[in-house]
T-cell receptor
């Protein structure tokens, strides 16, 4: 089946630190990959996506590259801000007849001033 | 657009009571998804609809759970009877292109 594994949290960083949240996947087909972010008390928002190997998704200073050879989609940001404090979810979807988003368990990021 | 709208935002009920959660998807979207989020199990897809028709309900935990989509602008998730283990945050999401889902703010359900 399909699965997504994220690094265990919580992750606590100081403002302007470098962020990496690891994500690896297993998939029965050729997936599209996503990072969603959930701010406190809110629903999930799409942060970025990549639909094929070597694609780089980017948004709000965050980046992730679709690495087929290592089945990974690690999230990075060069300089985090307090406002980036949230839970981050890695996810995949395989099209065709099955449109289920498979999520990782989420990683809580706290950025301190 | 106002986004996906869920109601109520919070629901507190007693075990055995019927609970109905509501969702209004983004206008024009043709897919609607119901998820449940708990600390123990993370995010779970319960059911999804395409053009108001249920496509996959394999995630619905028990017969106590049912979902309907009578028209393109409204869906309900019903739990009858509710149990304490149903306490969770329930999210509705909609999409036009199936790989970009837009989530509502969720309904936090507490069953006492």
């Amino acid at each position: 089946g399909n699965s997504v594994t994220q690094m265990e949290g919580p992750v606590t960083l100081s403002e302007e630190a470098f962020l990496t949240i690891n994500c690896t996947y297993t998939a029965t087909g050729y997936p599209s990959l996503f990072w969603y972010v959930q701010y406190p008390g809110e629903g999930l928002q799409l942060l970025l996506k990549a639909t094929k190997a070597d694609d780089k998704g980017s948004n709000k200073g965050f980046e992730a590259t679709y690495r087929k050879e290592t089945t990974s989609f690690h999230l990075e940001k060069g300089s985090v801000q307090v406002s980036d404090s949230a839970v981050y979810f890695c996810a995949l979807i395989i099209g065709g007849s099955n449109y289920k988003l498979t999520f990782g368990k989420g990683t809580l990021l706290t950025v301190n001033p | 657009d106002a986004g996906v709208i869920q109601s109520p935002r919070h629901e507190v009920t007693e075990m055995g009571q019927e609970v109905t959660l509501r969702c209004k998807p983004i206008s024009g979207h043709d897919y609607l998804f119901w998820y449940r989020q708990t600390m123990m199990r993370g995010l779970e897809l319960l059911i999804y609809f395409n053009n108001n028709v249920p496509i996959d309900d394999s995630g619905m935990p028990e017969d106590r759970f049912s979902a309907k989509m009578p028209n393109a602008s409204f869906s309900t998730l019903k739990i009858q009877p509710s149990e304490p283990r149903d306490s969770a945050v329930y999210f509705c999401a909609s999409s036009l292109y199936v790989n970009i889902q837009y989530f509502g703010a969720g309904t936090r359900l507490s069953v006492l």
